[in-house]
């Protein structure tokens, strides 16, 4: 199992930014593909971009194109996600995890995640 630590969420305006970070532990976090998830009040988690254990390849959700950019440094162990153009659209709780690449689904137990509020 990998140790996740999500922050950098926050209060941020519409249109504004907001770089997340996540701290792995645990297990060798640079064989891992990666994702970030976000969890809206009253809806089921969802995917929202995935980068693979080399950073090579990147994936989105049509809604966060153009706007998220995921990157990674496993010397750090660290992922991030860059969300520019915020909208209140994008509120939730974001998560990371440790992903199945060709799925795009979770596959470690969830850290306690970092809250972004995008008010209007």
């Known amino acids: 199992q990998v140790q996740l630590v999500e922050s950098g969420g926050g209060l941020v305006q519409a249109g504004g930014s907001l770089r997340l970070s996540c701290a792995a532990s645990?297990?060798?976090?640079?064989?891992?593909?990666m994702g970030w998830f976000r969890q809206a009040p009253g809806k089921e988690r969802e995917f929202v971009a995935g980068?693979?254990?080399?950073?090579?390849?990147?994936y989105y959700t049509d809604s966060g194109k153009g706007r998220f950019t995921i990157s990674r440094d496993n010397a750090k162990k660290t992922l991030y996600l860059q969300m520019n153009s915020l909208n209140p659209e994008d509120t939730a709780v974001y998560y990371c995890?440790?992903?199945?690449?060709?799925?795009?689904?979770?596959?470690?137990?969830w850290g306690q995640g970092t809250l972004v509020t995008v008010s209007s």
């Open positions: 980068i693979s254990w080399s950073g090579g390849s990147t």
């Open positions: 995890n440790v992903i199945d690449e060709e799925r795009l689904r979770p596959l470690n137990a």
């Open positions: 645990g297990r060798t976090f640079r064989l891992d593909a």
